[in-house]
């Protein structure tokens, strides 16, 4: 059968048969909820456990269900390499790895070479992918890990703000938005590891209003601690807004106890960094990012597009992309207009923490700023929206710390619908999950002809088909040639610096294949003396398709 209007017997195109699957979805909820579904998830929600459990394997289960289709992710970017790099070097018990002595060959993005061979980036994201690689075998599994804690963590985070069943509905919320087929379960950059770290401290702070126990005070310090590992730059708005929290609360002196037990928790994950400081930079002050800066000057992949030379044709968000970013490192006078310029830009992104249905839910949630929690929550998004737009990049999983809150957002609007009509907060959530079941069926089913027909309108930016074919082509070479290898790397003139293939394990000298940047036949005899047990390769990755080859022909 064909998708489009003119070639099937009914004259139905791809907009119909959307519309039909949509519409049996929400009369078959419909017909099941109040029998079947309603007293379930009354009974379930109120088994903390159970539900925390459930809200966990949720997401797992049904990625683990497209393996079929998609298996484990390949890594492609340059910051799933630092990160990975990190977890490496956790493996090997170690903050920093010995600069290589011909380390010339292995400039990459985002590593450092002196005085250490280190990725830039702060340990938490690689900690659970040493973690995933340490008990599965599979640094992706640390990726699986971090989203069904987060998945769980909402769903204890939302305890604290709203009723038991609608804790469980944001915790159902959580696992479709940011699981199977979202780009934070599908890669190794980080997001669900920091919103697991945001659902501890905005899930410890009604409760340390409400009975100010050690405990709490603990899982604040826990968050925040976490936060810091992984976002050092965002855990500034973190400790600016969590205590504007209790700006209402006037029996302050309760709280000392247990907000003393969260600082020291906090001033031990600052001891971690202060470490890992020392490690990689030799000072205990200077963060490896920032070395990098002093080193390479502002990382030209910050950008993330290309140089935006006459040959070539650049779309309109990225040139309003190209325009803020050198507005904002141009002149004083023009650094407010970049900054709104930017802030502009980025506001589209925020999509990627709401299901499209909930927009239904948003001005709902306008109705609940009356109370103060629910105007803190709008302001904390706010410092962290326009703290940010500071950075000169822009990434979905940097507001991860706060993922939970834009949960909470769809979750309270919904509420505040049931206050006028309990059938109208069904409608809105049934059609989340038909939203989401629609698609996902769409990759179980991946290789069919109606899913290669809908595929195009496809709106989730996770798991749609571009995986690095290229990169996985070369892998299956290499994996059939035996023994120890040394591959150059050498790319073309008309080579997208973004596109970066030298990328190393930890210990360089005693993985299997080692990468390096071609520099010449008289520089690359050096590097060919040093390994005289290893096969040499040459991959021209810019070739249609990359061409791999023995090395010298």
Same mark, same amino acid.
């Given at each position: 059968?064909? &998708? ?7 004259? =139905? ?27 379930? /998830? ?17 997401? @797992? ?58 990725? *830039? ?10 973690? $995933? ?10 990726? *699986? ?25 944001? !915790?159902?919320?959580?696992? *479709?938005?940011? !699981? ?7 890669? &190794? ?24 126990? #050690?405990?709490? $005070? ?47 928790? /906090?001033?031990?994950?600052? !001891? ?8 990689? %930079? ?7 990012? %920032? ?9 030209? #992949? ?19 992309? &190209? ?15 970049? +900054? ?11 999509? =990627? ?21 629910? /105007?803190? @929550? ?5 410092? =962290?929206?326009?703290g940010i737009n500071f950075f000169p990049a822009f990434q979905t999983?940097?507001?991860? /710390? ?10 309270? $609007? ?76 050498? +790319? ?10 030298? &990328? ?27 390994y005289p047990d290893r096969e040499v390769w040459l991959l021209e ?13």
């Open positions: 059968m064909s &998708y489009l209007p003119f070639e099937n017997p009914i004259g =139905f195109g791809a907009s119909d048969f959307i519309e039909i699957v949509w519409a049996a979805a929400l009369v078959a909820l419909a017909l099941t909820w109040r029998a079947l579904l309603a007293p379930a /998830a009354h009974k379930l929600a109120h088994r903390t456990a159970w539900s925390m459990a459930i809200c966990a394997a949720l997401p @797992v289960m049904l990625r683990l269900l497209l393996l079929p289709h998609h298996p484990v992710p390949t890594p492609d970017v340059y910051d799933e390499f630092g990160h990975l790099l990190v977890a490496d070097t956790l493996r090997h018990f170690r903050f920093a790895n010995p600069a290589h002595p011909l380390h010339q060959f292995f400039e990459t993005f985002f590593v450092l070479q002196q005085p250490t061979y280190s990725s *830039i980036y702060p340990i938490g994201q690689g900690l659970a992918l040493a973690i $995933g690689r340490a008990m599965f075998g599979l640094p992706w599994a640390g990726v *699986i890990a971090s989203t069904a804690a987060f998945c769980a963590l909402c769903y204890w985070m939302l305890r604290a703000w709203t009723t038991p069943e609608w804790a469980l509905a944001g !915790g159902f919320l959580a696992a *479709i938005e940011f !699981g199977p087929l979202s780009s934070w379960m599908n890669s &190794y950059w980080g997001g669900a590891f920091a919103a697991a770290a945001g659902c501890l401290v905005f899930g410890a702070l009604p409760r340390l209003r409400a009975t100010a126990r #050690a405990r709490d $005070g603990a899982l604040l310090g826990i968050g925040l601690g976490l936060n810091l590992l992984t976002r050092p730059y965002e855990s500034i708005f973190l400790l600016i807004s969590a205590p504007l929290f209790f700006v209402p609360f006037r029996k302050f002196r309760v709280l000392a106890k247990p907000l003393a037990v969260a600082i020291l928790i /906090a001033l031990a994950a600052a !001891g971690v960094t202060l470490l890992q400081n020392k490690s990689v %930079t030799g000072k205990w002050t200077q963060l490896p990012y %920032t070395l990098s800066q002093d080193q390479y000057g502002v990382p030209a #992949a910050l950008t993330f597009l290309p140089d935006p030379a006459p040959h070539l044709e650049l779309t309109r968000e990225q040139q309003l992309e &190209y325009k803020s970013q050198m507005a904002f490192r141009g002149a004083d006078r023009e650094t407010l207009q970049s +900054y709104l310029l930017r802030l502009e830009y980025r506001v589209r992104y925020y999509r =990627f923490f709401f299901i499209p249905p909930l927009y239904l839910a948003l001005p709902f949630f306008l109705l609940r700023l009356r109370e103060w929690r629910f /105007a803190w @929550v709008a302001l904390t998004l706010a410092i =962290f929206a326009l999983h940097y507001l991860g /710390a706060v993922t939970c809150l834009f949960v909470l957002i769809g979750v309270a $609007g919904m509420e505040q619908i049931a206050k006028y009509t309990a059938g109208g907060a069904r409608v809105v959530m049934s059609l989340c999950v038909a939203f989401f079941l629609f698609w996902y069926t769409l990759h179980i089913f991946d290789t069919r002809q109606f899913s290669l027909a809908l595929r195009p309108y496809e709106t989730w930016s996770g798991l749609n088909h571009q995986n690095p074919e290229r990169r996985i082509a070369v892998k299956r070479q290499l994996q059939k040639i035996p023994g120890k290898l040394l591959v150059f790397v050498h +790319y073309s003139p008309a080579h997208i610096f973004q596109d970066e293939w030298v &990328y190393n394990d930890a210990d360089i000298d005693a993985a299997r294949i080692v990468w390096a940047r071609d520099l010449g036949l008289e520089q690359n005899q050096k590097l060919v003396d040093y990755p810019d070739a249609q398709p990359p061409r791999l080859q023995p090395y010298g022909r």
